[in-house]
């Protein structure tokens, strides 16, 4: 039986590996980017700027989908462990204590605290006032 020379195994098994960690880890830490980066655009551009109750309903639909996008975020502990220490802000969207007591809808709690968090700091209560009116 033929073998290959330990020196091209090890060349095979070398990009093998380098496909597996491109594909599986690198890759998943650009679509975090890329969705943090989407949801901070459409909050900056729709959300925050706005003040209408009727915008807010019409953008409802948006506003679920990014809470999924942080529900996802959330639930992959590889994914939240490194926004831990990379974007440290957005642990609090993760953080059970915070949603204790609150009126708001479970479709919107995790992009309710992103807003407070990275929105106009004197606008927090507004904005969490908008998210209990959105159910």
Not at 24 to 50: A, D, G, P
Not at 100 to 123: E, H, L, R, V
């Given at each position: 039986m033929d073998v290959l020379p330990i020196v091209i195994l090890n060349e095979?098994?070398?990009?093998?590996?380098?496909?597996?960690?491109?594909?599986?880890?690198?890759?998943?830490?650009?679509?975090?980017?890329?969705?943090?980066?989407?949801i901070n655009s459409f909050m900056t551009s729709h959300f925050y700027k706005n003040t209408s109750k009727v915008y807010d309903k019409q953008i409802s639909y948006h506003l679920n989908y990014y809470n999924e996008e942080l529900r996802k975020i959330r639930d992959n502990k590889g994914l939240s462990l490194l926004c831990k220490y990379n974007h440290s802000k957005i642990n609090y969207c993760f953080n059970d204590s915070v949603y204790g007591n609150s009126n708001i809808n479970d479709d919107y709690?995790?992009?309710?605290?992103?807003?407070?968090?990275?929105?106009?700091?004197?606008?927090?209560?507004?904005?969490?006032?908008?998210?209990?009116?959105?159910?």
């Amino acid at each position: 039986m033929d073998v290959l020379p330990i020196v091209i195994l090890n060349e095979i098994w070398n990009i093998y590996w380098y496909d597996i960690f491109k594909t599986s880890i690198i890759e998943e830490i650009q679509h975090l980017n890329r969705t943090l980066k989407k949801i901070n655009s459409f909050m900056t551009s729709h959300f925050y700027k706005n003040t209408s109750k009727v915008y807010d309903k019409q953008i409802s639909y948006h506003l679920n989908y990014y809470n999924e996008e942080l529900r996802k975020i959330r639930d992959n502990k590889g994914l939240s462990l490194l926004c831990k220490y990379n974007h440290s802000k957005i642990n609090y969207c993760f953080n059970d204590s915070v949603y204790g007591n609150s009126n708001i809808n479970d479709d919107y709690k995790f992009i309710a605290i992103y807003s407070i968090i990275y929105g106009i700091p004197n606008m927090r209560y507004h904005y969490w006032d908008r998210f209990k009116k959105l159910q």
